[in-house]
């Protein structure tokens, strides 16, 4: 990527050398058509904080069930949609918008023996029809920061919730403002396209028709779990690029140091929104 060009997503260093993720399996024995337990791919598939603990955690406070119709918002690879699945028994439709992470969680979620459970969809949540009243909860993680136009998000998504249905949402906000350097790399290396204050994020959800709000700063746990994650990756540097490649690991150690030092800087937080839609 050229200086002046303008930021893509799919060059995010997060979302560059997916073969990781078959060389992740290969390291635990499971060839590229074997069949996967999902425990196996825990370590490899939950792109944000605090692992399948934090999806447990949302499926708890969503009640969720085998009766539960579940839209998942910006899946990546599908992990958090197979956790889901796979522990409470619901369903879950998982929309993703680039098609190479697509078709490694189609790929993924069939050979975890999860097809009946989650549907993949690929498409850009702005305009990928949803059925009216379709679903009993929405969650997200880490993903709707890459969405430019978040009150037409939240308008959607409120349609697509059932009356009483609710949404959990996780993402990245703004904890401080930007110096303008640490602004352009949000914008390039996290892809940034709705940084906002928390309680401006709160505003968006509620004019979307959104009731009990409730929002909880993640920052105090997240700004050192960004600075620990980013020492481990440096120390588990030689192990990490025998299993994975070198590119992989420094496609990843270039996220996770920018994450890191916009939380060292005081512009970076963490949010944590659950709103139900009356
Ligand atoms: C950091 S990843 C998190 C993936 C997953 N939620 C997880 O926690 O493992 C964010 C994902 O959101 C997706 N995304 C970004 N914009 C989107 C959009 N407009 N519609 C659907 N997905 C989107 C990205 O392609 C990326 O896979």
Redesign the pocket.
């Given at each position: 990527m050229k200086e002046n060009d303008p930021p893509q997503?799919g060059a995010m260093p997060?979302?560059t050398h997916l073969d990781r993720i078959e060389r992740g399996l290969a390291a635990q024995g499971i060839g590229p058509h074997d069949p996967i337990r999902p425990e196996q791919l825990f370590a490899l598939?939950?792109?944000?904080y605090h692992g399948t603990d934090a999806?447990a955690a949302a499926g708890r406070a969503l009640g969720l069930g085998p009766r539960s119709r579940v839209l998942?918002?910006?899946?990546?690879?599908?992990?958090?949609a197979r956790f889901l699945a796979h522990t409470t028994g619901c369903h879950v439709t998982a929309?993703?918008?680039?098609p190479e992470?697509h078709a490694v969680g189609v790929d993924l979620t069939r050979r975890s023996g999860l097809a009946d459970r989650v549907t993949h969809l690929c498409?850009?949540?702005?305009v990928?029809p949803l059925h009216d009243a379709g679903f009993d909860a929405v969650v997200?993680?880490?993903?709707?920061v890459?969405?430019p136009d978040r009150p037409r998000?939240f308008a959607r998504l409120a349609r697509a919730l059932r009356h009483g249905g609710a949404c959990y949402v996780e993402d990245l906000c703004q904890h401080r403002p930007f110096a303008p350097a640490d602004w352009e790399d949000a914008r390039r290396i996290v892809?940034a396209n709705s940084l906002t204050s928390q309680a401006a994020y709160a505003e968006d959800v509620k004019a979307a028709g959104f009731c009990d709000v409730t929002v909880t700063d993640l920052t105090p746990d997240w700004a050192p779990f960004a600075a620990e994650r980013l020492a481990a990756w440096r120390q588990n540097r030689a192990a990490y690029a025998t299993v994975h490649g070198d590119g992989a690991y420094r496609a990843q150690e270039l996220f996770y140091s920018v994450i890191a030092r916009l939380y060292d800087s005081g512009s970076l937080g963490g949010v944590r929104l659950v709103a139900r839609r009356p």
């Open positions: 997503i997060l979302y598939d939950q792109w944000h999806i998942d918002i910006g899946a990546g690879v599908g992990g958090p929309l993703e918008l680039q992470l498409g850009d949540a702005l990928e997200s993680f880490l993903a709707i890459h969405i998000l892809y």
